[in-house]
């Protein structure tokens, strides 16, 4: 059974760090491209951040300079790393996994408010 379980969601200031993490099970990991999405109340969910099995990153515009998508292959767990929040970065923050299909985490929220 294929399980994407994330942690690491908070209330925050402006301005602070934060890192989520992803554990990953059921699947070969190494082989999955991982994403981070988010979804803020009343608009569609959206990418914030891809890994390739290779290391290749993307960023959304949006976050480009403020956080890092990494990926450890030993623990089966992708990170997001989220520096400088700002309140337009409030959502539910979900993990992905594209492994022959496309698998979904429950959702960690994030609140950045003062």
């Known amino acids: 059974q294929i399980q994407l379980m994330e942690s690491g969601g908070a209330l925050v200031q402006p301005g602070v760090s934060l890192r989520l993490s992803c554990a990953a099970s059921?699947?070969?990991?190494?082989?999955?491209?991982m994403s981070w999405y988010r979804q803020a109340p009343g608009k569609e969910r959206e990418l914030v951040a891809r890994?390739?099995?290779?290391?290749?990153?993307n960023y959304a515009d949006s976050v480009k300079g403020r956080f890092t998508i990494s990926r450890d292959n030993a623990k089966n767990t992708v990170y997001l790393q989220m520096n400088s929040l700002k309140r337009e970065d409030t959502a539910v923050y979900y993990c992905?996994?594209?492994?022959?299909?496309?698998?979904w985490g429950q959702g960690t929220q994030v609140t950045v408010s003062s």
């Open positions: 890994v390739s099995m290779e290391g290749n990153t």
């Open positions: 992905h996994a594209l492994w022959w299909d496309s698998y």
């Open positions: 059921g699947f070969t990991f190494s082989t999955s491209a």
